[in-house]
């Protein structure tokens, strides 16, 4: 998709939004519109950058051009963080509409989004007092959980962020499973014989290794 059709799914999106919840216009503009921030926000995570600081210089290298009035770093740190309930909803409504191209095979899994290092966890702020501490394979982290369901073309279907102690068979509760109808996949830490029999859409399949998974795959597919 291109630069040009993101700002302009944005734009649309943010002004149905703004109308439906009559959010006022009133009060000192910015240099970048809410529709470009939400536009530069999802570049972001697509080219994959690793924090604002190289993406701030990206914009001001290469998309001069695209956005001519670059605020300043903080303005644009700030302009960010002020789009971020217009991305969750924006997500959200993109999952939904996931949900409804039908998929035989679904996969579950999640990944830590630490905000700081574990020393540091009582001197954190940005959290407004959220973030739980947590392990996985890597060793202890301070933030959250990012839990999330894909389909077998890696449509994001379901999505959900929990504090970092939260077990994974907690997270996996039936508003993430809601409309879903196939064959579930995910570890151990998903699946449990209490929680498989709640689903009455969905059959749950742990896999110990990627080489069973696949086999499972295979054999669904067929």
Partial sequence: MKLLEIFCLSDNFVKCFDKKIK?????RKGKLTKSEYITLALLKHYRAFSNNKVF???IKNYL???FPSVPSYQQFNDGLNSVFQYIVI???IICELNKKRKSKCYFVDSTPIPICSFAHRYNIKIDLGHGRKGKNMNGWFFGFKFHIIINHDM???SMK???GSTNDLAALDDKMVKDLMGVLFGDKGYIGKKK???????VSIFWPSLEKTWKIFTSVEG
């Avoid at 498989?196 to 969905?202: G, L």
């Fill in 90 to 92: 924006l997500i959200q």
């Fill in 64 to 66: 001069s051009r695209d």
């Fill in 155 to 157: 449509d994001i279907v």
């Fill in 161 to 163: 962020i929990t504090g």
């Fill in 23 to 27: 959010k006022s216009s009133v009060g």
């Fill in 56 to 58: 701030y210089e990206f």
């Fill in 196 to 202: 498989q029999s709640n689903y009455q859409n969905v």
